[in-house]
């Protein structure tokens, strides 16, 4: 009985096993779109991003925390600033909750307020263009 248990928890989505599975496969799609796409598209953000959440569920804060600014250098690097504002919002808004779990107040008020004011600003301009159509 015992045995069965320990195999059905490793089976479990969610175990750590499989957090661990789905970080290489995060690391072999990011190789992928860095050949395919070139290491400065947009798209390798995004890889980042997920790598950090993947770290993170992964209890690896540290980790989390270089992927995830390497995301937010990314995304600040191509303009996205202004293109893709939701994108490194929410971004900066994960960087900050790392952040601030390691204790490092100054910077996750940073990261956090410059988050909501790149979400708040694009919510702005999404009710803007509903209310003209």
């Not at 270089?66 to 937010?72: D, E, P």
Request: proline residues 3%.
């Amino acid at each position: 009985m015992g045995r069965n248990r320990r195999r059905n928890r490793l089976k479990r989505p969610g175990s750590a096993r499989d957090r661990g599975a789905a970080h290489g496969g995060i690391g072999d799609a990011m190789a992928i779109d860095q050949r395919e796409l070139g290491a400065s598209h947009p798209f390798i953000a995004d890889d980042f991003y997920d790598l950090g959440l993947a770290y993170d569920a992964l209890k690896r804060p540290e980790a989390a925390r270089k992927a995830l600014t390497f995301a937010v250098k990314l995304l600040e690097r191509d303009g996205s600033r202004t293109q893709e504002p939701v994108r490194l919002g929410y971004a900066k808004r994960e960087l900050a909750r790392m952040l601030r779990a390691e204790g490092k107040t100054e910077e996750a008020d940073v990261a956090a307020a410059e988050s909501h004011l790149l979400l708040d600003a694009a919510e702005a301009e999404d009710h803007e263009r509903q209310r003209q159509i």
